[in-house]
């Protein structure tokens, strides 16, 4: 994809990559949408993005690599199952000569599902305020 055009979608998005990275993108989409069915989609940083109860994921196409970036309480959730894989501190390299990990990808977007609505459940409850004993 070219730096100067911004996609207005996720359609438009994966449309911008030749067919060997699009299937790759479709499949991405795919396991993230079935993970997190409520989840809304947008463009973000100029990449796929989903929200539910805050940000979740997103992802990117690179030169070599499907992007997917989690967040690091993720990757550090599943640093055995991530091993096999190139990181950074918020995001993992799936190297496009080998299949993308479906399974994992969907138990990581799961994982940041749960930890958005465990969130989302403290905001609500109201703080307990200290009594000092003085």
Known sequence: M??????????????????????KLRAMRLTVRK?????SERIS???????????????AAHTNHLGLYPFTSAIQAFSKDLAPYRQTKGGIRFPYSSPLPLDLIKRIVEFRVQENLHKAALKKVPAIKQRSKT
């Open 2 to 23: 070219k730096s100067d055009n911004i996609p207005k979608s996720i359609d438009e998005y994966i449309a911008s990559y030749p067919e060997n990275i699009r299937e």
């Open 45 to 59: 940083y100029r990449m796929p993005a989903y929200a539910f109860n805050g940000m979740l994921v997103y992802f």
């Open 35 to 39: 993970a997190a069915p409520d989840a």
